[in-house]
């Protein structure tokens, strides 16, 4: 017994027997022997010296000073904006978290199956409120066929009724015809150029109706080509009896060519576009090029023949944040007329949509050519899941651009501004409505739609829109 304690003892006592080898002194560090700090011996042992491999490197680096004088004046100006916008997040939380938004998008999303409706609503404009109904049916005559059926009225008397159809024609062509009837009672003239003062407002009755087909071939690296025919009437005449003034008492004795008329007549056009945008929900790079050109011969009594030239561009690029978006959209539009009688009013270049000036109304600006530019900048206000998923993105918006009835009416003077605010709706798969706030000198225009003014040139006879003027 004694001897085991005598021998535990002595193991203790000397570590080197009974643990193994000693540990080392440690070494002296670098910065007590006057060695650069960084480099030499220490107790882990040699530090090398710098290289790229040990640099140290910020992930959040200073701004540099040019970044920060843009950045700063849009987080002051946009500060209402986003404390706006975390207030509606919260609000969309709740709903989802009781679960308001899932039965919302039962009732009025679209139906799984080849058959589906949708119901949609619109405020704002002319038209002042008002609802539609749209059917489709996905799998028409063949798996990769499409009819769809609409219907539309509000509450001051604008209706409109359509009917299209899109089939595959091979592997890289398809072909669109559609027909369609629009009626608004209560249309907008101040008279024609840039220089239409807004208090010559009046009102006329507007009705137009349309039959056409198109043929579309892909060419490849995101080149498309696409012909189309179609057959229109616009009649112009006085508004209904509750909408004043009429245009026959502001513009008495100077009534616009081709008032109280039907221009009657069919259009040969030719489109040609490049685009390299993913998706119509939330597109964040690429664009869309198109130049188009049509000639539309008149079919009644007048000598009316005229050609329509129009360039576009739209652009989506990152911009500060990779779910920021700036949205770029400018195009130009000319109606050269080569027969002997005058253009009628009805069929030249005007403000609705999508050529819209956000914070005018429809129809303020009338003439035989228009230029524009829009910007959006977008970013996710709230989402499902990911910041791509299903959701509401915030924008703010800009317009700056003009009617002309010569090219040398393209002036300074003459550029109309707005800007404002607005809210899209985003799918699973697109777009699928938008609520905005425009602004200009003259007053403010609050809007409701189900489509937009980006990405909106294809499938024009498919979804109903109105071909006159032509775009």
């Excluded at 069919?266 to 490049?274: A, K, N, R």
């Amino acid at each position: 017994m004694r001897m085991g304690l005598l021998l535990a003892v002595a193991l203790l006592a000397v570590p080197s027997a009974g643990w193994g080898q000693a540990r080392p002194t440690p070494l002296t560090d670098s910065t007590s022997v006057g060695s650069p700090p960084g480099t030499g011996a220490s107790y882990w042992g040699l530090i090398p010296t710098a290289a790229d491999s040990t640099t140290i490197v910020f992930s959040n680096a200073a701004m540099p000073f040019w970044e920060a004088t843009l950045v700063w004046p849009y987080r002051v100006v946009s500060f209402p904006v986003r404390a706006f916008a975390a207030g509606v997040g919260a609000s969309i939380d709740f709903l989802e978290r009781t679960s308001t938004l899932e039965r919302v998008g039962k009732l009025f999303g679209p139906r799984t199956g080849p058959f589906g409706v949708l119901v949609n609503v619109r405020a704002g404009g002319l038209a002042g409120m008002g609802v539609g109904l749209t059917a489709e049916h996905t799998a028409f005559l063949g798996s990769d066929n499409r009819l769809r059926v609409g219907a539309r009225t509000t509450t001051r008397g604008n209706h409109q009724g359509h009917i299209g159809a899109d089939f595959a024609a091979g592997r890289s062509s398809r072909i669109e015809v559609g027909a369609g009837w629009r009626v608004r009672p209560n249309a907008r003239y101040f008279g024609l150029g840039p220089g239409a003062e807004e208090g010559a407002e009046s009102f006329f009755r507007h009705e137009t109706m349309w039959l056409g087909a198109s043929y579309g071939r892909d060419l490849g690296s995101g080149f498309s080509l696409t012909g189309a025919a179609i057959a229109s009437t616009v009649e112009a005449g006085p508004p209904d009896d509750d909408e004043s003034p009429p245009i026959t008492g502001v513009f008495a004795g100077e009534l616009p060519n081709g008032f109280d008329e039907d221009s009657q007549g069919i259009t040969l056009g030719l489109s040609l576009v490049h685009e390299d945008v993913e998706g119509a929900g939330r597109p964040a790079r690429g664009g869309i090029r198109r130049l188009h050109a049509a000639y539309f011969e008149g079919l009644d009594q007048s000598d009316v023949a005229f050609w329509t030239f129009r360039g576009e561009a739209q652009q989506f690029v990152t911009l500060w944040h990779r779910h920021h978006v700036l949205a770029l959209r400018g195009y130009m539009s000319w109606i050269g007329n080569v027969g002997s009688d005058a253009l009628p009013f009805q069929r030249l270049m005007t403000n609705d949509d999508p050529d819209l000036l956000r914070g005018y109304r429809d129809f303020r600006w009338r003439g035989r050519g228009m230029v524009a530019l829009s910007a959006e900048y977008r970013w996710p206000l709230w989402v499902l899941n990911r910041p791509d998923s299903p959701g509401l993105d915030l924008y703010l918006l800009a317009d700056i651009g003009q009617v002309y009835n010569d090219i040398d009416e393209i002036a300074t003077e003459n550029l109309t501004f707005s800007y404002g605010a607005g809210v899209r709706l985003i799918g699973a798969r697109n777009f699928v409505a938008r609520i905005e706030y425009g602004r200009s000198e003259e007053q403010a225009v609050w809007r409701l739609r189900f489509d937009q003014i980006f990405q909106f040139s294809r499938g024009g006879l498919f979804n109903g829109r109105v071909p006159v003027p032509d775009r």
